[in-house]
């Protein structure tokens, strides 16, 4: 006879809010290696109790970016239903990149999570891309992309003009320029 799920504790959830909080706070500050131990500090709460709420650090991350992810999947569809083609896939892309780029290690993290299955950010990522893909076909369909480009390429273009502004924030001032350069290559030649 299969049991119903305990609910969480008013502390417990207390905890786990707490943990979050402090987790947001210092994987903006310190990237997506930043130290559990940390988070737990800021948290004030024990290292054990951190672990039992969130047992990997991947798992932390799921709980933390995962609804960002779902989210911006949830955008696609809006920016589909109201956008043209083109400027539907234009926002999302830029809300997109624009997010990867809010965390230290975050591109590296997206891409790993989405060739590991098993991985507690993969479905949430997938989502995501999935969201993506629809937005681009829409644009392709209307002659508007290179039909040559997969989702796989606009997730991992996006990711790569993430990883650009995470690694060198010099060329920070460039990101709008380099995005836009992307956008040209993607358009389709007639």
Not at 5 to 13: F, G, K, L, M, V
Not at 144 to 154: E, F, G, Y
Request: aromatic share 4%; with cysteine.
């Amino acid at each position: 006879m299969p049991t119903e799920p305990r609910a969480i504790r008013p502390d417990a959830r207390r905890n786990r809010d707490r943990i979050l909080v402090a987790a947001a706070a210092l994987v903006a500050e310190q990237g997506t290696q930043a130290s559990l131990r940390d988070v737990a500090r800021r948290a004030e709460v024990g290292l054990g109790t951190l672990y039992r709420h969130f047992p990997t650090r991947e798992d932390l991350l799921a709980a933390l970016l995962g609804r960002r992810f779902e989210e911006l999947a949830e955008r696609a569809d809006a920016l589909a239903a109201t956008a043209p083609p083109e400027r539907a896939l234009t926002d999302w892309l830029h809300e997109f990149t624009l997010g990867a780029a809010a965390f230290h290690g975050l591109p590296a993290a997206l891409l790993a999570a989405l060739h590991d299955p098993d991985s507690a950010l993969h479905a949430s990522c997938d989502r995501m891309r999935t969201a993506g893909g629809r937005l681009l076909a829409a644009a392709q369909q209307g002659g508007l992309i290179r039909p040559d480009v997969t989702p796989v390429d606009l997730f991992a273009l996006a990711n790569a003009l993430s990883w650009i502004a995470d690694q060198a924030p010099t060329l920070a001032e460039r990101s709008d320029h380099l995005f836009h350069l992307v956008l040209d290559g993607l358009r389709a030649r007639g």
